[in-house]
Nanobody, 120 residues
Framework: QVQLVESGGGLVQAGGSLRLSCAASGTIFRVNGMDWFRQVPGKQRELVATITSGGRTNYADSVKGRFTISRDNAKNTVYLQMNSLKPEDTAVYYC??????????????WGQGTQVTVSS
């Protein structure tokens, strides 16, 4: 069994910064791609940023230049540094990971979500 546990959400004023963390634990052979998604009530969950096991990154246009995704493979942890936050960044942020529990089997796991609220 694998768990992804997020931390670092909270309330911040517009223009401020927050850093989210997501740690994977359990029966892990290797963690492949890791991602951050976000969702607001009544809307679909949207992809914010992705990072491969090799460190290649990709971002949604709405966060390019403001957010940075990174990872520590030794700790099976992914981070999302969010700068210059805007009220429209307010959402529940979810961590997602593609985890190999053995050399043959890869599964998709989600964190429980962490609320980020940006006040104007």
């Amino acid at each position: 069994q694998v768990q992804l546990v997020e931390s670092g959400g909270g309330l911040v004023q517009a223009g401020g910064s927050l850093r989210l963390s997501c740690a994977a634990s359990g029966t892990i052979f290797r963690v492949n791609g890791m991602d951050w998604f976000r969702q607001v009530p009544g809307k679909q969950r949207e992809l914010v940023a992705t990072i491969t096991s090799g460190g290649r990154t990709n971002y949604a246009d709405s966060v390019k230049g403001r957010f940075t995704i990174s990872r520590d493979n030794a700790k099976n942890t992914v981070y999302l540094q969010m700068n210059s936050l805007k009220p429209e960044d307010t959402a529940v942020y979810y961590c997602h990971g593609a985890v190999l529990t053995s050399p043959q089997y890869e599964y998709s796991y989600w964190g429980q979500g962490t609320q980020v609220t940006v006040s104007s």
